[in-house]
């Protein structure tokens, strides 16, 4: 039986989508000008291919991240939808919640803390990726406090 085999359609779909939908949630937690969002989004980029380096081919996470890699080239996947930013977090962590549901009985302790630590790593980067506030550069946060409090309510949806 493959990963993905352990998991109803459901709960994969809510494995696939935790980490991009947090991620989103996170960079919207502070908006920021059009080139630091693009660089948050390189940062969503960035911790996929980071975990697809460090994940074994067959592990969960493994799986999890070929999957968003084959999606991401995938012309045929239709409308995106539109959602505010509020939307958008309380489906991030609504998420995190079935993905975390989904993952206490169906994998090891391990496979299921590397996927849900992976996930936070990559809201880190996004709230790295860019200083908010400030002016020309100058002050501004490289995290803001919005930020981290969706950080923490991630990663308390996503139990751990």
Request: glycine share 8%; proline share 2%; aromatic share 6%.
């Amino acid at each position: 039986m493959s990963v993905k085999e352990k998991f109803t359609p459901d709960e994969w779909k809510s494995l696939i989508k935790a980490p991009l939908l947090a991620a989103y949630a996170v960079a919207g937690a502070a908006p920021s000008k059009q080139d630091d969002f693009m660089r948050e989004m390189a940062a969503v980029a960035d911790g996929i291919v980071e975990g697809e380096q460090r994940a074994a081919q067959d592990s969960l996470l493994g799986t999890v991240i070929a999957e968003i890699v084959a999606n991401a080239g995938d012309e045929a996947r239709g409308q995106t939808e539109k959602l505010s930013l509020d939307e958008v977090k309380v489906r991030a962590l609504d998420t995190c919640r079935a993905a975390a549901a989904a993952l206490a009985s169906k994998i090891s302790a391990e496979e299921a803390y590397e996927y849900k630590r992976w996930v936070l790593v990559v809201t880190e980067k996004v709230a790295s990726a860019a200083k908010e506030g400030g002016l020309f550069g100058y002050g501004g946060e490289q995290i803001s406090g919005s930020e981290i409090a969706t950080i923490n309510e991630i990663g308390e949806a996503i139990s751990i």
